[in-house]
């Protein structure tokens, strides 16, 4: 019954890919100052993946040159319920039981409807 808090998650372990901010800015074609706010902004979400590491950025969190659909507005609703980013990047890459994959998979492949819901229903 002990579940693991979100904060506990190992995320290095949990997303497979990191990108640093200045990779981060050349694929989606901005500066590493834009990466910074926008990560302020809640447009993006960033965290110390292992010990000694510097912030970065959960490199799923980009497609095509463009942050995911859908992952701005998802992460300034989880922060409004007092989530912080590396709670919701554990959130994000955790597989979900009736969701075919994690909640990433579900925003990159346009199924977004449900992993908003989903947000929701956790600040009850």
Same mark, same amino acid.
């Given at each position: ?6 904060? %506990? +998650? =190992? *995320? !290095? &372990?949990? #997303? $497979? ?19 910074k706010t926008?990560?302020? %902004? +809640? =447009? *993006? !979400? &960033?965290? #110390? $993946?292992?010990?000694g590491e ?22 300034? *609703? ?30 990159r492949e ?15």
């Amino acid at each position: 019954m002990s579940e693991t808090r979100l904060a %506990d +998650h =190992d *995320l !290095a &372990a949990l #997303v $497979p890919e990191w990108i640093d901010w200045a990779e981060t800015a050349r694929l989606l074609d901005v500066t590493v100052g834009k990466v910074k706010t926008m990560i302020r %902004d +809640h =447009d *993006l !979400a &960033a965290a #110390v $993946p292992a010990p000694g590491e510097g912030q970065k950025v959960p490199a799923a969190f980009v497609q095509d040159g463009l942050v995911v659909k859908g992952l701005p507005g998802l992460l300034t *609703l989880m922060h409004d319920n007092r989530y912080d980013d590396r709670e919701i990047i554990a959130w994000l890459f955790l597989e979900q039981d009736d969701l075919p994959g994690s909640p990433i998979d579900a925003l990159r492949e346009n199924r977004g409807t449900e992993v908003k819901r989903r947000a929701q229903a956790m600040a009850f």
